[in-house]
């Protein structure tokens, strides 16, 4: 424990791929304690599964080393900044020798450690012997994966702390844990102060997406300003758990009630019962308070004990997908783009039953520019330049080299004004699917390496959460619709941020006034929600209530066509959808549209 009243953690990416701007930006100007680095998602686990079977040395994030450490570590380590990342992947040894290699090559005196434990392949068999099924769909094992991990939380990185690491490398662990480890060791604590774990938690699942909580993707884009120079965020988190987001000074983006509320409804379920390993959390009551320009304080998280379990997620692969864009211009370009789209696929099929091969497994055609991903809200049928997405899945590779030359033949054989950046064939990649379950905690041991040293680490596996602990606030009464009645767009009521958890997707609406809430949750029933997503959504909605910052979480099952890259669609994260329902229309007195300067629709 370092004895300091608040510690600064600054958010360096969100996930493999992202800007190496943060990392500069955070240690040049971000005076910051520790600096944490999401790379994770199941679909990156597959992809560095793939690595690790052609060269046992790989499967992390090779340019966390070679690029992003490369041009920080002096500067860091001057500073004093302790790292924290899940760059680790499906190798977090290879990452962590890695990491020490540099460290001596640079002849600095840092410590690297590396958590362990997450990896569990090897347990595959006797798992599917002993009958482990999907956690939500009820399927059987697929008989080989690629990957099979646990979600580590955060013990292990805070014992490789206090056994005096700088650099902290782990595999798969919950996106919050980089940033919670470092709460519990600077603060000491313990591990079943639930509250506390709770709040550093949600710290973490704010910064665990970089910029998306400093004005990245946020509703009021055109407030944030600057994304050339957009900041990271940096939580300063106090002892007892509260927290205030910032980012560094002189840079773009922007830290407002909105971009924060936001960040932490994206991508959760049940608000009351956001379940981590270490915790379950309760951000129903969270409090959020602008306290200067660029500076929101967070506090009121609270907690519960967390399961007796980890989930797991494993990854394989089920066949091959490929996609690709035509642009089509002119009168009825939608039309045409369609038409375009079918004669492809027929073609296609037509020639796999002359060669005795078999059908697409599925195909998807949207016709992006005519708002195809809004079904029959769609208000743009006349658009006159188009994109035509094609996408198809097939368990042959070769029949899907064939769908690539039959659509590419469409520039001179199908709609007039077919054209698009040329020499830019795509190519087909094998359909990773994802299959989840739960591992009993007692059932894993996590360790630490460092120094040559492997520590093992105590993670409490008793568990204890109990659904029926969780006490639902009450929900307000009906509003009052007497007088004269006009209607919003829900964008001038209330903020909206949704993503994506495997095949579901989340959709968070935030009141931009607590009086417009009433409103709002009136005309967003579960019903009006599920009817307005019915030509996408395969599963049911579901409603939860966040009163502390005056909210409504929806979470809509199965809408995602299988999410990640299983999915077909042009938006197969549901990055979208927010933004579809904030057109909704919302029934409002006129009196208080007109006092508040609402923009009205019919």
Known sequence: MSGQKTIRIGGATGFWGDTGMGAQQLVRGG???????????EITMSIMA????????????????SGVLRGILPEVARQGIKIIS?????????CGKAAQALVDELGLKLKVAVVTGDDVLDRADAMRTAGTKEMFSGASMPSKLMSMNVY?????????????????????????????????????????????LSAGSLAGHILECGAQATGGIHTDWRLSEDWDNIGFPIAEVSPDGSFVMSKPDNTGGLVSFGTIAEQMLYEIGDPQAYLLPDVTCDFSAVKMEETGKDR???????GLPPTDRYKTSATYEDGFRLGMYHTIGGIDAAAKA???????????????????????????????????????HSRARGAREVVLKLAAKHENPKAL??????????????????????????????VVRLFSCLTPKRDIQVAVHIGGEVIPVDVPAKGGFDAKAVIRPAIGGAPSLSGEITGAPLVALAYGRSGDKGNHSNIGIIARKPEYLAYIRAALTEKSVADYFAHILQGKVQRFEVPGINALNFLLEDILGGGGVASLRND??????????LDYRVPVPRAMAEADSLRTVA
């Open 31 to 41: 005076n910051v304690d520790y600096l944490v680095f999401d790379y994770l998602a």
């Open 50 to 65: 793939r690595a690790r079977a052609k060269n046992p040395e790989n499967g992390y994030a090779l340019d966390f080393v």
């Open 86 to 94: 899940n760059a680790g992947g499906v190798n977090p040894v290879s």
């Open 152 to 196: 580590l939380g955060a013990p292990g990185i805070a014992a490789a702390l206090d056994n005096g690491a700088d650099i902290v490398v782990t595999g798969r662990c919950v996106d919050s844990a980089v940033t919670l480890g470092a709460c519990i060791h600077e603060f000491g604590w313990k591990l079943d102060d639930y509250d506390r």
């Open 296 to 302: 929101v304080r967070v506090s009121n998280a609270r």
């Open 338 to 376: 369609e038409k375009t789209g079918e004669a492809i696929f027929k073609r296609c099929r037509r020639m796999y039953r002359d060669m005795n091969m078999a059908d697409f497994t599925e195909t998807s055609i949207e016709v992006v520019g005519a708002e195809a991903s809004y079904g029959p």
């Open 401 to 430: 080299d064939m769908l690539v030359r039959e659509a590419t033949s469409a520039a001179t054989a199908m709609a007039a004004g077919t054209c698009g950046l040329a020499g830019n064939r795509p190519k087909v990649s094998p």
């Open 572 to 581: 197969p994260q549901g990055k979208a959808f927010a933004q579809m329902l």
